[in-house]
């Protein structure tokens, strides 16, 4: 029997997904075959060649941030590094050296993007092209093949058809123009997402303040702060299900909610742990958060680890939201639109 | 129409088919669209069988009023226009497809598969970080080796060293309990 697999051929581009898993991109003989990989499972997609109607990549900014929240992380662990009553050097100098070999390695692959393939019923993200060196090459390559196949598409039969080609008649017009149906997305403006962020930012400056001074009060603000955060990041997830919120700052909300899991974990592990320190204030509350409060982040590089992270995370994630929610505001008062829902999922607006 | 994936404002032909970063008229965003022919071809209209005529005609198995055009290469069943579907070169009948999918026997339709070397792997090596566990995970990767050992693998290049380290591993981990458990008794 003919080994199917030999017949497949590795082409540039990896990326991970967000907590498991790899997409990978392969040229098989007459197809692309984009595979999802997890735990030994893997989920299969191919492109005919002679199916494929356009390839579209975009530069986006992602690599800039990431650059941005690396950068910004080494800065507050050099500080630590380099604070002057600070005994323990090998925590922040070991979290500085992981720091920039990241950042170092996050630069040289350079800027990043996203990348969607179109056939006649279906618009599909090819994940492992989210690098534009990567993108281009195997754009390149793949163009080679789709033209074999295809043949050459005549500038002329661009010109001739601009808007409509055949097979698609009820193209989408500019979105200004389309009539609200029945399926309509709302338009959220994101009050809901500035309170969400504006708290975020509020939270880092009181665990910043909280660095230097320890008193009951900020403890319990910070407390009182996390948990309206998780309330607002629940209203924000309602509020831009269904709704024409952009990407990055949907993105931005689910980052949220994982950092306020995160402090809700970490904020238990840390009670329990003094908790189980001093069995006697198990039964008094009040206690263990004046226990906690008056305990110095400097003394214990854990909890100094800790807050260093909650506090750069809260910053980046607050003002970068803030950033985008402002320009998402703007465009949306310049431009205002009625999407159909077929647009929410990014890939169905691609190619109409 | 070809849209900006940002801004979903249609491209216009300059800014097609540059083979490099071109802006996006309205976001300015950088980006590149190839596009092919294909997406100004003509959607062709689905075949339905041609009614059989005269009864010396042979008709289609599943439609015996239609015309059979041509035999599954599968099975040789007569099939109508509309029952013939070509794949990969070859016409098969629906049923043929079907068995050929959910048997494996055409691996262009699969699109799942369970890696079972990786697994083993993976069940070989993680438990060693809890030291303990592995003396029940070792004889489980010693069993999916020799069960799985001829199971498919990925549709895409691979080898069976994966197999070869996870049993490699287990059977350590096993002799590092069996010295484990001799020292205890000796002493």
Request: proline residues 5%.
């Amino acid at each position: 029997m003919h080994n199917a697999s030999e017949k497949y051929r590795r082409l540039p581009g990896k990326k991970k997904n967000f907590l498991i898993g790899y997409y990978t991109l392969w040229q098989g003989p007459d197809h692309l075959l984009h595979i999802f990989s997890r735990f030994g499972i893997e989920d299969y997609k191919r492109f005919y060649f002679n199916d494929i109607q356009a390839i579209i990549t975009r530069k986006t900014i992602a690599g800039r941030i990431q650059n941005f929240i690396l950068a910004g992380l080494l800065g507050l662990f050099a500080l630590l590094a380099f604070y002057p009553n600070n005994e323990w050097l090998s925590f922040p100098g070991v979290m500085m050296a992981i720091l920039l070999i990241l950042l170092l390695i996050n630069w040289f692959r350079g800027p990043t993007c996203e990348t969607y393939l179109s056939t006649a019923i279906q618009a599909e993200k090819l994940h492992s092209l989210h690098r534009l060196k990567n993108a281009q090459k195997v754009m390149n390559h793949v163009r080679l093949l789709i033209e074999q196949t295809q043949g050459i598409l005549r500038a002329e039969t661009v010109d001739q058809n601009p808007v409509h080609p055949p097979n698609n008649p009820k193209s989408l017009k500019p979105s200004s123009h389309v009539k609200p149906t029945k399926n309509a997305l709302k338009q959220e403006m994101g009050r809901a997402h500035l309170i969400m962020f504006a708290l975020l930012v509020l939270n880092g400056i009181i665990i910043t303040l909280g660095l230097f001074f320890s008193h009951i009060a900020l403890t319990l603000l910070s407390s009182i702060v996390t948990m309206m955060t998780g309330i607002c990041v629940i209203i924000a997830l309602v509020k831009q299900h269904e709704s024409d919120m952009i990407r990055s700052i949907r993105a931005m909300t689910w980052t949220t909610l994982s950092y306020v899991c995160f402090l809700f974990v970490a904020g238990y592990i840390i009670s329990m742990a003094m908790a189980f320190r001093n069995p006697q204030l198990i039964a008094n509350q009040w206690e263990l958060l004046k226990m906690i409060s008056e305990t110095s982040p400097w003394g214990n590089p854990l909890l100094l680890g800790f807050n260093i992270f909650s506090l750069g995370s809260a910053l980046i994630i607050g003002v970068l939201g803030l950033f985008l929610l402002k320009k998402y505001r703007k465009t949306n008062q310049k431009y205002p639109t009625v999407l159909t829902a077929t647009v929410r999922h990014p890939a169905s607006a691609r190619i109409s | 129409m070809i849209s900006c994936t940002q801004c979903n404002t249609p491209l216009t032909s300059q800014a097609i088919n540059t083979y490099g970063m071109v802006p996006c008229p309205s976001c300015s965003g950088l980006l590149r669209a190839d596009v092919y022919p294909a997406l100004y071809r003509k959607a062709t209209a689905g075949q339905v069988g041609e009614t059989l005529q005269m009864d010396q005609e042979a008709g289609c198995f599943y439609h015996p009023r239609k015309k059979a055009v041509i035999p599954c290469a599968a099975c040789g069943r007569f099939l109508c226009s509309l029952c013939d579907v070509e794949f990969n070169g070859r016409h098969l009948c629906p049923i043929c497809l079907e068995k050929g999918k959910t048997k494996r026997k055409i691996t262009n339709l699969e699109n799942h598969r369970v890696c079972y070397d990786r697994i083993a792997l993976l069940i070989a090596i993680v438990p060693m970080l809890i030291v303990y566990i592995t003396i029940l995970t070792a004889p489980i990767v010693i069993f999916m080796t020799f069960r799985y050992w001829n199971a498919p693998g990925s549709i895409i290049p691979h080898t069976k060293i994966r197999f070869i380290l996870a049993f490699v591993i287990a059977v350590l981990q096993l002799a590092g309990w069996f010295i484990l458990f001799s020292n205890l008794v000796g002493s």
